[in-house]
């Protein structure tokens, strides 16, 4: 399987000459992020992985949250409502979905639905949420308004995958992102692991 990130939280997956993508939202500027996908995956409505322009340039069957599908009525049969627990079958991949809910990033605004995706038993997505499942490769928030390094730390050595690679590093500038890279850095040296952050554009083979 080959794993592209695109923009900020956007991910194309590639199998075999086929692809879904995952989370194109507003903060994904690459038009070709995409192109030719068999099938769009959207964890939660927030802008910076859900933007319904997007979806319009497309076919594709969209799985995603109930709160997702509340506005994508127009897409009609397209759109697929999934929770965790449920598990699909699109373009080539077996498809697991788990968690419910966007981790608490408020006081004021109950959390919305959010569920994560794991990809062929592989590669996890968990949008933005910091739901534990078991994995080898993890797509792992970098940064948030709602996380903290500790939190990012202690999510990924729950999960303990043999990789980690980071996204959803949109809202940074370089000189968070190069913080990030030294906390990445830093885990990688303790574990082994191969933990880094994937830049736009950058692409991994597994």
């Known amino acids: 399987m080959k794993i592209t990130k695109f923009g900020h939280a956007c991910v194309r997956l590639e199998k075999n000459g086929r692809a879904v993508v995952i989370d194109p939202g507003v903060m994904t500027p690459e038009p070709d992020a995409s192109a030719g996908a068999e099938a769009v995956f959207i964890t939660h409505q927030h802008f910076d992985h859900f ?6 340039g497309s076919r594709a069957p969209v799985y995603t949250c109930a709160g997702v599908a509340e506005q994508l009525g127009e897409f009609g049969e397209r759109v697929h409502v999934v929770r965790g627990g449920d598990h699909f079958s699109v373009a080539g991949f077996e498809v697991s979905v788990a968690g ?12 919305v639905d959010n569920v994560g995706f794991l ?3 592989e590669v996890f997505h968990p949008g933005d949420a910091l739901t534990v499942v078991d994995a080898p490769t993890l797509l792992l928030p970098g940064q948030a308004p709602w996380l903290t ?40 040296g303790r574990t082994g692991a191969d933990v880094r952050r994937l830049r736009p554009g950058e692409s991994v083979e597994l």
Not at 100 to 111: I, V
């Open 119 to 121: 990809v062929d038993g």
């Open 100 to 111: 419910d809910k966007h981790h608490h990033s408020h006081p004021d605004a109950p959390p």
């Open 149 to 188: 390094v500790p939190a990012m730390i202690e999510y990924l050595r729950r999960m303990a995958p043999r990789r980690a690679y980071a996204i959803h590093d949109g809202l940074l500038n370089e000189w968070g992102l190069k913080v990030l890279d030294d906390v990445l850095a830093r885990e990688a």
């Open 51 to 56: 933007d319904p322009e997007r979806l319009r």
